[in-house]
């Protein structure tokens, strides 16, 4: 992993909470970072714009450029925003794939602790 890497920990992790299965439902061929549908919540969603819509809903009184701003920065903090690069996310995804289960393993994040921290 790299720059990104904890950021994608946390994409991962919320997708775990919050969308199960949703490691089987990534399509590894098409996945782009930079593509709304085929990134990793275009491929969950349908359209990553989609996804932001359904995952941070717009307050009440909300402007919506304050609501922009608030998907945004949610985006680059779980590893969704296109900063984080497809190879970032491939290499997660398989290395999770590996690991024979659903959740994060131990050695996993391990490994990705030590490629962050190098």
Not at 37 to 52: E, M, N, R, W
Not at 83 to 109: C, L, N, Q
């Amino acid at each position: 992993m790299g720059m990104y890497a904890n950021e994608i920990k946390a994409g991962m992790e919320w997708l775990d909470e919050n969308k199960a299965g949703w490691l089987d439902e990534i399509s590894l061929g098409p996945l782009s970072m930079g593509n709304v549908f085929s990134c990793v919540l275009g491929q969950l969603y349908g359209d990553y714009y989609d996804a932001l819509h359904e995952i941070i809903p717009q307050f009440e009184d909300e402007n919506s450029w304050d609501w922009s701003n608030r998907q945004h920065e949610w985006s680059v903090a779980h590893g969704f925003s296109g900063y984080a690069t497809t190879a970032e996310w491939r290499e997660a995804i398989e290395a999770r794939r590996a690991s024979g289960s659903g959740e994060i393993s131990k050695a996993a994040v391990r490994a990705a602790d030590e490629l962050v921290n190098a």
